[in-house]
């Protein structure tokens, strides 16, 4: 599994699909801890049925989701939870390839003190890395057997933006050896 080194916050889960499984090969801190990647009770790998029912036991939040046109087998979703400790709106976005989440991104518009909180939480689970940042932007990434989590900010205006993306290499990778055989190519 190939990951690039900075992906946007608020880049389309499609596209993030496509740029993870073309990009060149980045630099990745693995974390020590053998816990599944998660944020949120959130994790790439999840049934669209596992994340819909997790989402409504969160707040009664929803999923919205729409297959795409260019592969049917590629699920488009989108929705919001609240933040269960700072209770602010997070918007959630997934690329699912035949139902199962490939790409899952969770962004929001944070205070200080909640973009602390999520990567503490993430140091806690998975293990301290070093922030990497280019231009505006911030990144800290775990990978582990072809998993990553990412955090990714940046300010701008006195905003702040976090996200948390979610990928699963095995998805991705399954998608792409099966887009390639039905192309004919190697």
């Known amino acids: 599994m190939r990951f690039r080194p900075m992906l946007f916050a608020g880049t389309s889960p499609l596209l993030a699909v496509m740029l993870l499984a073309t990009a060149p090969l980045g630099a990745q801190t ?3 801890a053998t816990s599944p990647l998660e944020f949120l009770g959130f994790r790439a790998g999840s049934t669209l049925e596992e994340i819909s029912s ?5 707040d009664g939040g929803t999923l919205r989701c729409d297959r795409s046109r260019a592969d049917r087998r590629v699920t488009e979703c989108r929705g919001t939870i609240t933040d269960p400790e700072a209770g602010e709106t997070v918007r959630v976005w997934l690329s699912a390839i035949d139902s199962v989440a490939a790409v899952l991104t969770l962004s929001s518009d944070v205070a200080p003190d909640q973009l602390d909180r999520w990567r503490s939480t993430l140091e806690r689970n998975f293990g301290r890395v070093d922030a990497k940042v280019q231009g505006t932007q911030w990144m800290m990434q775990w990978v582990r057997q072809g998993r990553m989590a990412r955090l990714t900010w940046k300010v701008q205006r006195n905003e702040r933006v976090a996200s948390v993306s979610l990928v699963d290499g095995h998805v991705l990778d399954g998608w792409g050896r099966e887009r390639r055989s039905s192309r004919g190519g190697s």
């Not at 997790?54 to 969160?58: E, F, I, K, T, V």
């Open 54 to 58: 997790h989402m409504r036991a969160l």
């Open 30 to 32: 693995v974390a020590v």
